[in-house]
């Protein structure tokens, strides 16, 4: 199951960053994918909070998680909790690879660095404005080298491997390492459609609801899918 598109025909976009800057900047990218996009903006987090009520039409927050009156990802939880039907994608200075695997467990859909030039920041909202999602592969590659045996799920955790195969768990392991749809499909030399029914079916077998959800799990059990991917 692959999440909507989340650009309806009146796109708003709000950007929530104390930086005026990095508003302008983000603006000025946006609007050069779609020149009709409206932008809304907000300074600090209860002016974002105010805005996201006041606005039923919102289909994109961009939100800093360090300004005014926000305290990162106790911040983030309440905005998920309060307007959960919004995608949301950090913009943010850290670029650790355990701060990023926080923010895709709380249900983001894109992680930008802020040290990320003009064409990174407008590839990253082309992908999340079409419905895909959009984190940094080099951070997530960090993060899928990384032991951790606690996210690992192994057939005697789950006493299966979810029925996956090896093609299906191959798509996984590449789209949580920040490979979109179509790379993944050269790299595979298949068609896109073929990725998207094999995600789908892994999607459906492992029991997630959404893409985003399939990058998490991705990324919180990689030893597993490389096996998988790796039998005779």
């Known amino acids: 199951m692959e999440r909507p598109v989340v650009s309806p025909p009146s796109f708003s976009i709000l950007i929530a960053d104390d930086h005026w800057v990095v508003r302008q900047s983000l603006k000025q990218v946006a609007r050069g994918i779609d020149k009709d996009v409206t932008v809304l903006e907000a300074s600090s987090f209860n002016e974002a909070l105010l805005v996201l009520a006041q606005n039923s039409g919102i289909g994109l927050l961009l939100v800093d998680l360090i300004m005014p009156g926000f305290s990162e990802f106790e911040g983030l939880r309440l905005i998920r909790s309060k307007f959960p039907e919004i995608p949301v994608v950090i913009i943010s200075v850290h670029e650790d690879s355990e701060y990023v695997l926080r923010a895709i467990q709380h249900g983001v859909i894109g992680y930008i660095p802020k040290s ?8 990253a909202l082309s992908r999340v ?104």
């Not at 990320?116 to 590839?123: D, G, L, M, P, T």
């Not at 590659?141 to 299966?160: H, I």
């Open 129 to 232: 404005i079409s419905g895909e999602v959009a984190f940094p592969r080099d951070i997530l590659a960090r993060t899928l080298a990384e032991p951790a045996a606690s996210a690992v799920v192994t057939a005697t955790d789950r006493d299966s491997d979810f029925g996956l195969t090896r093609r299906e768990a191959e798509i996984m392991t590449m789209l949580g390492g920040g490979a979109p749809v179509s790379d993944i499909a050269d790299a595979l030399d298949i068609t896109r459609q073929t990725v998207r029914v094999h995600l789908a079916n892994a999607i459906k077998k492992t029991g997630l609801k959404s893409r985003e959800a399939a990058v998490r799990f991705a990324m919180e059990n990689a030893a597993m899918l490389r096996s998988i991917a790796d039998r005779p």
């Open 116 to 123: 990320a030039n003009a064409q990174e920041i407008k590839h």
